[in-house]
């Protein structure tokens, strides 16, 4: 029995096909850049500051709520605190940017629970060397407190 050539091309997966688990599928977002959320609120507060001097500021409602959750959930909120954050976290190169910026954000207490939460880094950093940069971040969150 002879097989027959395909007569359509192979279908792309589907988006929102991505996933966060202990396999790390990103799709098209696959080594994309991230930010912390402390990132995005001092990129998105820089933007407007500059469009308010340029005064082209168009404020919608996406972007006062987006702004809003920025300012509740940003960990970090000066900005020395947020680049010596990111570069404690640059410095783990076995992490995937995405992997690196949830513990950015989600300043986790231990390496069980940053596990537990990003499951993905689980066989790609120890413990003591994960809990030791959760310890660094903590410090630096405490100092803004």
């Known amino acids: 029995m002879s097989m027959h050539a395909p007569t359509s091309r192979t279908r792309e997966n589907p988006p929102g096909d991505e996933e966060a688990t202990a396999e790390l599928r990103l799709g098209e977002f696959q080594n994309v850049p991230t930010l912390t959320l402390s990132e995005a609120r001092l990129l998105i507060n820089a933007v407007m500051d500059h469009r308010k001097a340029q005064r082209k500021v168009e404020e919608t409602e996406m972007l006062i709520k987006t702004q809003d959750y920025l300012d509740v959930f940003a960990r970090f909120k000066q900005k020395e605190n947020i680049e010596a954050v990111e ?42 060397d994960l809990q030791e940069l959760l310890d660094e971040i903590t410090k630096l969150r405490n100092y803004t407190e």
């Open 87 to 128: 570069r404690m976290l640059a410095t783990h190169v076995e992490l995937e940017s995405f992997e690196r910026s949830q513990l950015g954000s989600l300043c986790c207490d231990t390496a069980e629970e940053a596990k537990t939460l990003i499951p993905s880094i689980a066989n790609k950093i120890s413990d003591a």
